[in-house]
T-cell receptor, first 115, second 111 residues
Framework: GAVVSQHPSWVICKSGTSVKIECRSL??????MFWYRQFPKQSLMLMAT?????????EQGVEKDKFLINHASLTLSTLTVTSAHPEDSSFYIC???????????FGPGTRLTVT | QKEVEQDPGPLSVPEGAIVSLNCTYS??????FMWYRQYSRKGPELLMY????GNKEDGRFTAQVDKSSKYISLFIRDSQPSDSATYLC???????????FGSGTQLTVLP
């Protein structure tokens, strides 16, 4: 398999502040990375797809100005939740995929709590 | 109709049982099939990946794909309490690399 890490694993922030979540592929080059959010007892909901060096493609209904995604290198993508609100509280998970591959490898997730 | 339907469970079995987890899909463009295991508050872990009809075995796990019936299954032999988790099927067409997930089946293996 392949290893993806996320940092932090859990973050609590106050309403109105911004939070950055890092996603790293540790032993492979991820030409494409994905960001998901997951609510309790529900499946994963794709938020955006990012290719290294390109702007992210956001799914319908996801505010690109609120969820800023940067994929500056083949091993690092970041998700910044700007002006966070309590309704943004969720479990955020990233995944990476190698070029010419379809297997997605997921990070351990980041639990965001906005108070 | 959802593109991917997964038996919702929850499923509870005794230790040592054979577990069958199933998904059906409607889009014949799906060509690549994956099964993930997700423990509570963790990211999904890739268990099996296949792209052809038939069976693929890896240890206690067997993935089965029937493209003609648009039906995929994951079998777990000699189930263990550590197998207790939510299992997600995930499919992709290949041209679009995004995964389409089933809703997940929660499995509990009782000691």
């Amino acid at each position: 398999g392949a290893v993806v890490s996320q940092h932090p694993s859990w973050v609590i922030c106050k309403s109105g502040t911004s939070v950055k979540i890092e996603c790293r592929s540790l032993d492979f080059q991820a030409t494409t990375m994905f960001w998901y959010r997951q609510f309790p007892k529900q499946s994963l909901m794709l938020m955006a797809t990012s290719n290294e060096g390109s702007k992210a493609t956001y799914e319908q209904g996801v505010e690109k100005d609120k969820f800023l995604i940067n994929h500056a290198s083949l091993t690092l993508s970041t998700l910044t939740v700007t002006s966070a609100h309590p309704e943004d509280s969720s479990f955020y998970i990233c995944s990476g995929i190698r070029q010419s591959s379809y297997e997605q490898y997921f990070g351990p997730g980041t639990r965001l709590t906005v108070t | 109709q959802k593109e991917v339907e997964q038996d919702p469970g929850p499923l509870s079995v005794p230790e040592g049982a054979i577990v069958s987890l199933n998904c059906t899909y409607s889009n014949s463009a799906f060509q690549y099939f994956m099964w993930y295991r997700q423990y509570s508050r963790k990211g999904p872990e890739l268990l099996m990946y296949t792209y052809s009809s038939g069976n693929k075995e890896d240890g206690r796990f067997t993935a089965q794909v029937d493209k003609s019936s648009k039906y995929i299954s994951l079998f777990i032999r000699d189930s263990q309490p550590s197998d207790s988790a939510t299992y997600l099927c995930a499919l992709t067409t290949g041209s679009a690399r995004q995964l389409t997930f089933g809703s997940g089946t929660q499995l509990t293996v009782l000691p």
